[in-house]
């Protein structure tokens, strides 16, 4: 390979990667419009549909957001009246995050997204073989995030 040609774009990891988080947020954009929230506030979603209760400091390790990004975020669904805010009782300092009733019937309304998403990047979320081949990326994106964080 000539020198050139390793500078490539579309020789890339690096770009593919890029192009592909960028049409996979568009999609899911897309997908949660009629839900009436943003790709970053599915993410808070998932994680307290988890485990309702979490604390802002761990919402933003699990879900790699920093708190200048997770705070107006949380607001803007306190504000909705999707989630509240409440101080630890153990220890104040800790500000804790829940559900409200509306927050959790948007689980029900959430359900179908997962099989949508698959079904517009080319999978039948029915198949055995296409979940398969789901959870095989997933888990090698997720090994190569973790090789990437530890270089």
Known sequence: MADDDALALDRQL???LYAASRAFTRTYGALL???GITYPQYLVFLALWERDGRAVKELGTC????SGTLTPLLKRLEQRGLVERRRSTVDERVVQIYLTAEGRALKAKARKVPAQLAARAGFDASK???LAAIQ???DELAALAARMTEA
């Open 14 to 16: 690096c770009f593919a």
């Open 33 to 35: 419009e009629p839900l």
């Open 63 to 66: 879900l790699e957001l920093d």
């Open 128 to 130: 055995p073989k296409d």
């Open 136 to 138: 095989e990326l997933r």
